[in-house]
Every structure is written in structure tokens, then in C-alpha cells.
């Protein structure tokens, strides 16, 4: 509901403000693209940041799934007739009840048991529906799996940062491996930064952005780390431990909103998880 709540609020003018992002991630994602290539994205939303058209204009089929479906669904009917027959939307919650479980427990200050999902991720995952895909993108959704209804149900600032530290970083790692779990070829995009009025950063985004054109993402990333953001939710931490090393990022300016910027990264890794060390 919460991140429902949020597509549906979308403001005016966003697609054409996102415009660059989509380019940006289209020079990305657009290469591992084959021709007739089953592609699904994870978190598209109302596809605002996805260049939707292009995707579907290269793959074979694209299945976008959301737990969100009539935003996703709305996405689709915006393509012209070529590209919506080749789409079709699923609704999907990828943590399997785990998000819910864990914002529910905190909104009630309990210690509650979480679902396996959540405490003790299987390292080989469960596929999405519809797999195996040829490419997962998962689409800017790993910062929302808990945060928004956390705010949404009023729990307090001090739990509300205790709960993502606790259950943040293995509810990632549990997606992240079903990603994996269903293509060979997975694209992560997140939000690992953030500007805006009265949220100070010790870092600008020209500083890593300049790092990026000058000695590439990964020190970029570094930069970038010394700010303030949804590091718990971090896909390219739950790589590394599930053993999965990225093969390519990028980083890219995502202008939010009139104020607000983001930081955009992708990383491409390819292979299955791990299985967890017992």
C-alpha cells in the first residue's frame, strides 16, 4: 500500500525530468539486450525511469512485475501496439510477505518472529514468476522494500533506523538471490545517495560524479559512500555475499524532483548465488 500509495502521486512533468536517466540506463541495460530476448524488470512502477519503448522495441518479451500491477499496467498501456503485445504484467511481492511481516513487527515495538525470507535467506533463491528470463532488471526498488511503510505507519525515527540496520541488509540479500536465481544475467539499479533541502551531504554529486568520469565507478562509489543513505539496502553489498562479483556499472545524475537529485547506479553481474555457508 505504501508504495502504491507513491506511484499513484506521481507528479507532473516527471517523465520529461527523467528523460537523461532513461537514457542513461538504456546505454546500459540496451547492450545485453539480444535479440528476442526474454527480459523481466522487478520494481517498474509506473516506468517513468524506464525507456520502455527500447526495451520492448529489442526483447523477445519483457514481463514487468510490481506488487503494484495497475501502475505497471498503465505503463504498458502508454506503449504504442507493437510494443504492449510484446509486455505483460505480473503482480508480485518479491519478499513474499517478508516486507510486511518485518514493518508490522516494528510498527507493533515486538520482537517478533520473521518470516525465512527474511532472517535466514536461501542463498539459491526462488525464481520470479515467469522464469527463467534471459535479463532481470531490478528497477529502483531495493530502498522501498521497507522504508515507506515504515514512514507510512508512524513508527518512530529511532526504531524505524534499528529495524533497516537488523532487517534490511538480509531482506536484500533473499531478492537479490531470486534475481539471480532467474536469468544469468541480472541488472541492479538503486538510489545510494540523495540531495535536497535540509538533508546536508559531506559529498555533491559533481564530486562524484567527476570521480566517475575520472577514475571510474567503483571509486565514484567510494566517494559516494562517505554520505548518508539507504546503505542496509545495498544490492552491490548483497553480491558480495552471496559471492557474486559485477561485471560492469554506471552512475548517472536522476533529477527526483525540482530540488532533488539522486544518484543512479547500475551494476550487471552475472551467475547464481551461493549457497549459504552452514
Known sequence: MANARRNAEAGFGRRRRWGPARDSLWDFVGPPIEDGARVAIVGAGNGDDLPMRRIARSAGSVTLIDLDPLAARRARQRLGRAERAKVEVIGHDVTEGGADAIVLA??????????????EPDGEGRPLPGAPYDLVVGDLFYSQL?????VDLGVDPDRCAETLIRHAPPLTRAVVARLHASAPRVVHVHDPIAWWDGHEQ????????AANAGQGPEVALTVAAR???????????ALADLGLSPTATALWRWPFAPGVDYLSCATLASGTAAPPIT
Do not use: K, T
Not at 521497507?146 to 515504515?150: K, M, V
Open 106 to 119: 516494528a510498527a507493533a515495538s515486538e520482537a517478533a518472529d520473521l518470516p525465512h525470507l527474511a532472517a
Open 146 to 150: 521497507l522504508y515507506p511503510a515504515l
Open 202 to 209: 559531506p559529498v555533491a554529486l559533481e564530486e562524484i560524479l
Open 227 to 237: 554520505g548518508v543513505g539507504p546503505h542496509e539496502s545495498d544490492p552491490r553489498a
